[in-house]
């Protein structure tokens, strides 16, 4: 097996998803005041808070690894589009829905905003079974 070179698209997205890592940092540190009673959140924010953060880390991951398998196989057009960018576009989607839905003085329920969570859970879809599928053909 050869070396495995980065297409410029996978580098640059692998650049700015190791980048993201920062702010998922910078949500961990918000969790910590808010399990140390230094933010005061409903359940069901808490709840949010941790889903968003937790799905912001694993996504991310799962993106950088999606990177090289796309290149891998040399996916191209609107379905290596897909497999490339689908997992990154919902580790932004996703916790953005989590969050943004949250957000509020004392909210108890979901705004219209979640709606973003499951935009997000479609692009995962859509993208890892692209890539699952064009790994499956591939020689």
């Known amino acids: 097996m050869g070396l495995l070179v980065l297409s410029d698209a996978s580098r640059t997205l692998a650049g700015i998803l190791l980048v993201s890592f920062v702010a998922i940092e910078i949500g961990g540190v918000y969790l910590v005041r808010v399990t140390s009673g230094r933010v005061e959140l409903t359940e069901f924010q ?78 995962l879809g859509a993208g890892v079974l692209s890539l699952g599928v064009g790994l499956l053909r591939s020689d």
């Not at 808490?46 to 953060?53: I, L, M, P, Q, V």
């Not at 290596?80 to 916790?95: N, Q």
């Not at 953005?96 to 509020?104: K, P, Q, R, Y």
């Open 46 to 123: 808490r709840s949010f808070a941790r889903a968003g953060h937790a799905h912001a880390g694993v996504l991310v991951m799962l993106a950088l690894v999606c990177q090289l398998y796309v290149d891998a196989i040399d996916q191209s057009g609107v379905i290596g589009w897909l497999s490339r960018s689908g997992v990154a576009i919902a580790a932004i989607a996703m916790p953005a829905g989590f969050f943004f839905s949250s957000m509020g003085a004392a909210r108890v329920k979901p705004n219209r905003l979640v709606a973003l969570v499951f935009a997000g859970a479609v692009l």
